[in-house]
């Protein structure tokens, strides 16, 4: 059993971390690192630091905090020589990433960047599927309630906490495990309320390498029903991914599908990843929301109040 600490213990360390390493047969949970919560039944630090210090038999960290704060974090636990499992997005930058990544390769240990939407049970299926027929177009729609996802957290609409590209990561990261290849962005429109730092909109125009176009709409300001879709036009039929890729259709009709178990999956990668001495850092999904930071038309909208 590879012993695991958390750092930041918030709501995704709650609602997915702890039941994951719960029922993993490769992960115990050691410690736990964090400002204001404790883990029943295991020690309790301030910070990464005094963890680190305290518990020389821990031989992974799972780092859960706002992307802001993680490269420090995770380059403290690399120079102590343990596994780090990265929440997304992995980083503030690319550069932070790329950084890490050599970090880890220098001191031989292993790296996770995790996608946690890629393990959602429909994807893999789509992608075999989709293997082999000509793609025609892709239309993604990201759209959900900050309000309720993301209650009073200030970190989300700052530098660096990417605004609605926090759940549309999500969608890029599918995006980029169905599809062989580079996904170059030609355009992006983003909505910026006029008192907040990052976008709680966006549209993003972007093309395969085959040459197919690819439209995408991030909205953080939806009521009713949570749309996650994308949809997937093809010479053989039209393929269907919802509920965060947790549901699958091929020309309407329903594929049956295995339980979610998103985080248990990612765990499960985590350990094969330390066993085999890898590591597995895939920033193609930030990069695209990069290139829409970089490019995108800056639209600025009504003020958003939580």
């Not at 736990?32 to 039944?41: F, I, L, P």
């Not at 690319?94 to 790296?111: F, H, K, N, P």
């Not at 960047?113 to 027929?133: D, F, Q």
């Not at 990052?198 to 709409?217: H, N, V």
């Amino acid at each position: 059993m590879i012993g695991v600490g958390i750092v930041g213990l918030g709501k995704i360390a709650r609602d997915q971390h702890l039941p994951a390493i719960t029922a993993s047969p490769d992960f115990t949970l050691t410690a736990v690192a964090s400002r204001n919560a404790h883990a029943e039944g295991v020690a309790a630090y301030a910070d990464i630091a005094a963890m680190l210090a305290a518990e020389p038999d821990m031989r992974a960290v799972a780092l859960c905090q706002p992307p802001q704060v993680r490269h420090a974090a995770a380059h403290a636990a690399i120079a102590a020589g343990r596994h780090v499992f990265l929440e997304k997005p992995p980083g503030a930058t690319l550069s932070e990433v790329v950084d890490l990544a050599r970090a880890a390769d220098a001191a031989g240990v292993t790296l996770f960047a995790s996608w946690h939407s890629r393990y959602a049970s429909g994807v893999e299926p789509a992608r075999v599927w989709l293997g082999g027929k000509t793609i025609r177009k892709i239309d993604i729609r990201w759209k959900e309630d900050v309000r309720h996802w993301h209650p009073g957290q200030d970190w989300i609409w700052q530098p660096g906490g990417l605004g609605v590209f926090d759940p549309g990561i999500n969608a890029l990261s599918i995006l980029t495990r169905l599809l062989p290849g580079v996904v170059r962005l030609e355009k992006a429109v983003l909505e910026f309320p006029e008192n907040r730092e990052a976008p709680i909109a966006a549209r993003l125009a972007m093309r395969s390498g085959a040459g197919f176009p690819i439209d995408a709409e991030f909205d953080w300001r939806q009521t009713g029903p949570q749309i996650w879709d994308i949809i997937v036009e093809t010479d053989a039929g039209t393929l269907s991914l919802s509920h965060g890729g947790n549901a699958l259709h091929i020309d309407g009709v329903a594929v049956e599908l295995p339980p979610e178990r998103e985080y248990p999956a990612l765990y499960a990668r985590f350990a094969r990843l330390i066993h085999e001495g890898r590591s597995d850092v895939d920033i193609a999904p930030l990069r695209l929301v990069a290139d829409a930071f970089l490019t995108g038309q800056r639209w600025s909208t009504e003020a958003f109040q939580d």
